[in-house]
Each structure stands twice: as C-alpha cells, then as structure tokens.
C-alpha cells in the first residue's frame, strides 16, 4: 500500500535469495543492478552465476562492491589528453568506413576518434544516430529507454539523408534524431565522419565546434572503465547466467488492469507490486555448471534427487540381497531419501548410471566386501570412500549426510 512497505519486503526478498543460492550450493551466485526493460519499475535486481560460459556480461569493479548487469551499468571513461589545438579539417580518407579502418589509415588511436551508430525506430523506421567514443560499443537498452521506443540497426539507402560509412557530428545536416554519447564531451583535436563520400573531419573539438550538443549514457561500460560508485578505473567484465531476478514494478500493472482497494477511508488507490522469479530449471543446470566431473553432476545433498544412491551388486546373492533389502529398509526407517539399484547388470553399468544420476552419497554392497564383514561408502565428488563395518554402516552413513548439510 506504499512505497516504503514495498521498499521493506523488498529487501527482505533480496536477502532471503541470497540465503536460497548459498543453501543451493551456488554460492558463487552475485546480485547486480539490471535494466527493468519492459517489465516497468525503477529498481531491479538479477541474481548472477558467474562463469564463463554465461550468457549475460557483468560488470565489477576490483577496488569495491560495485556490480551490474552491462545493459544498466554507466559508461564513465577518461578522455585522452586533447594535445595541440587544431583547426576541423576535411581530409579524404579513399575506401576506409570503419573508424579502426580510418584511425589506422590517419595515424591516430581509436580514443581519438567518433563513430556514428545508426538505428530506426520500430514505431515508424525514422532514423536515429548515436554518437560515440570510437573504441566503445553502443549499449542498445540505454538507448531504447532514452526514445522510449524499440529500435533495430538501420538500413542507410541512397534516399537516406546519410552517408554510410562517413557520419559525422560536425556540419551535419539530417533529419535523424542525433544521441550524443558522454564519452565525446570533453574530447578535443578528434576524427570523424565528414558527411561525404570518402572523407573525414580531423581536429574536431566538441567543446568549440559543437557547443550546443547534449550529452547522455548511452555505451556499455568497459573494461578498465571508471567505477560509478569508487570513481577508481578498475571495473572488469565477466560472464554470468541470470538465476533469480526481484523488480519493484511501482503501479504499471495495476493501474493498467484497473486494480483498486480502498483504504480506512473509503478512498481507492492501486496497489504497488513487486515482482520476484527464481528459474528452478537454469538453476538446476548452473548447478551443474559449477559442481560436476566427466562422469556427470555432484549435486549439492540439498537439492539431491536422492540422498544416498545404494548399489546391490550381486541381487543373485541371498547375502548380499538380504544386506541391500535390510539397508534400504534401515535408511528409509530414518527418513533419509535413498534410490535402491537391485538391477542384474555389471558392475561398471552400475556405477556409470550411479556418477550420472550426482547423488551425494553412495553405497556399495558385493560379495567381496561381505567376506571381509564390510560395506564400501564413498562420496559422489571422490574425496571420500572407505570400508566400513557393517554394524557401523548406519551410523557412518547417517554422520555422512549430516555433515554435507552443515557444509551448505
């Protein structure tokens, strides 16, 4: 019913996710900032993995607590030193179009240099032209909140009042809507595109030749870029799978439903929601992502299918079926949750199927291990496996389980 109750459950979802990872066995799991993008509201969180094989960028820094997902973090960087003042001069650069093309071809580092970016807009193809430092990349989500509107990469023909390959801030004259990224305000004796076929500006100053630009966040961070929250230059870029997200929608949804209730006055208001998702499926495979072998996943004993896997191994054998019968019934009797392999298969099948199912703890009965009294109890990560007495059997499996749950 407020801002501030939203605010306090909030947080208390925030911390009870992070409680939920850890306990999950992922607790390598990161919250970062993100984009709320079309599901509304001002304030998001997303619940990262990180890995490599991630399919989402984050963005830390190494000198604070600073994380974000790269579609919402600022881009801040350190312009180069401006040098020698110059004059904007139209030089002819042949067939270069990309600035790496054309910064190799004059000489100059790429930081010295802006690129124009071209997008149309999806709700009626007009043009917008993006920008930006040379050696950055545009961040496509800054600049669809910024238009309010979906974009897609344009397709410049030669009806286009632009010129493919040679767009330029300085005398441009075009229809477009222009984005000036931050990164350029405070460059000096800089390249860029001339607005003709085959030529480019070089000495541009944005403070001198363009002194009525406006300027906004509209590229992704970088590696070594400068920390929103530090202000030192040490963010770094990793990869990470999004395993959890929490939203403050605000009135959006409600509003737009016609949602009311009516308050210790009678008055009607809508309610403000939140929104809070955990992915249980990509969840299940990032936690295999980090806990696993070539054989298959080590999975966690709290979210285990089973908790111990129980591997009979001559069911031919009455000794044998008798002691696998008599532990199932024994570990069941104490509520542990147990998968019982009586198949007449070899043992090498056995095991194989036993690797691939991950479960923690795992128990062999043979003959060879009933003539010396004994049955075989190993961990599924390897760390563990030794010959325990058959009247001790319980206790050690029972001590087993309870000290990989103290260990999450």
């Excluded at 599901?39 to 984050?58: A, K, W």
């Excluded at 979906?150 to 632009?162: G, K, M, R, S, V």
Aim: glycine share 8%.
């Amino acid at each position: 019913t407020s801002q501030e109750d939203l605010e306090q459950y909030y947080d208390v979802v925030y911390r009870a996710y992070e409680r939920i990872f850890k306990r999950v066995g992922i607790p390598q799991v990161v919250v970062v900032q993100s984009d709320s993008g079309m599901m509304g509201g001002n304030i998001s969180h997303e619940y990262m993995l990180l890995t490599p094989v991630g399919e989402d960028t984050i963005v830390g820094c190494d000198s604070c607590d600073y994380r974000s997902n790269l579609e919402a973090a600022d881009s801040i960087v350190k312009a180069p030193e401006k040098g020698e003042a110059k004059e904007a001069k139209l030089v002819e650069t042949g067939d270069c179009h990309t600035m790496e093309e054309v910064c190799d071809f004059l000489k100059i580092p790429l930081e010295r240099s802006c690129k124009a970016v071209v997008y149309q807009k999806k709700t009626d193809d007009s043009y917008v032209v993006l920008f930006l430092r040379g050696d950055l990349e545009a961040n496509e989500t800054k600049i669809t909140n910024a238009l309010g509107c979906e974009i897609y990469p344009a397709e410049i023909t030669e009806e286009t009042d632009l010129v493919a390959g040679c767009i330029g801030p300085y005398q441009l004259n075009s229809k477009a809507v222009v984005l000036m990224d931050s990164s350029l305000k405070d460059l000096g004796n800089v390249c860029c595109g001339g607005n003709r076929d085959g030529y480019h500006y070089t000495g541009v100053d944005f403070a001198r030749d363009l002194p009525d630009a406006i300027y906004g966040d509209y590229a992704k961070a970088k590696e070594g870029g400068i920390c929103p929250k530090c202000g030192k230059p040490t963010l770094n870029l990793n990869r990470g799978i999004e395993v959890g997200n929490i939203f403050q929608l605000g009135t959006k949804y409600t509003k737009a439903m016609g949602m009311e209730y009516a308050d210790e006055s009678g008055e009607l208001h809508h309610p403000i929601m939140g929104c809070y998702g955990i992915g249980v499926g990509r969840l299940a495979a990032s936690v295999c992502e980090v806990s696993r072998d070539e054989y298959g996943p080590i999975w966690p004993i709290s979210i285990a299918p089973w908790e111990v896997h129980l591997c009979c191994m001559r069911v031919d054998d009455p000794d044998c079926k008798a002691l696998g019968e008599k532990l199932y019934q024994e570990l069941q009797q104490k509520g542990v949750e147990v998968i019982y392999d009586d198949r007449d298969v070899r043992a090498g099948v056995m095991f194989s199927d036993a690797d691939l199912l991950g479960v923690p703890v795992r128990v062999v009965v043979s003959p060879r291990n009933l003539k010396e009294n004994c049955v075989e109890v190993s961990l599924r990560d390897k760390s563990i496996q030794k010959k325990v007495d058959i009247e001790n059997c319980l206790d050690e499996i029972l001590g087993m389980i309870q000290t990989l749950k103290e260990q999450i």
